[in-house]
């Protein structure tokens, strides 16, 4: 095969390969019962992804700490979110902040 040919072949099969996993999850869904313990589990586990991914996203920049104004940006914009805010304003807020304590001179 030759170079495009094989990177033809290989994104048809990843293609067909993420649409299965895709359809896998309605399909089986009535037919695998899994116990209590694991659902809750599972749901605690996304929450606790979720949480991770905002952290290391929050705080780390180029490997080093991002500094206390995009920390207190983000602190801002998840109390308002959490006060149940439009996201816009959440949004607004959040960058606002951090805008804000930046032109001031905090990093």
């Not at 700490?65 to 104004?69: D, I, K, S």
């Given at each position: 095969m030759t170079g495009?040919?094989?990177?033809?072949?290989a994104i048809a099969v990843l293609a067909v390969g993420t649409y299965a996993c895709r359809v896998a999850g309605p399909l089986l869904r009535a037919r695998v019962t899994l116990p209590e313990q694991v659902e809750r589990?599972?749901?605690r586990a996304t929450v606790v992804?979720?949480?991770?991914?905002?952290a290391t996203s929050t705080l780390i920049v180029d490997h080093g700490?991002?500094?206390?104004?995009r920390l207190v940006g983000v602190v801002v914009g998840g109390l308002l979110a959490w006060r149940r805010a439009p996201f816009a304003?959440?949004?607004?807020?959040?960058?606002?902040?951090?805008?804000a304590l930046r032109a001031c001179g905090v990093t």
């Open positions: 495009t040919s094989t990177l033809l072949v589990l599972t749901g992804l979720l949480a991770a991914v905002a700490f991002a500094g206390p104004a304003a959440v949004v607004l807020a959040a960058a606002g902040t951090t805008a």
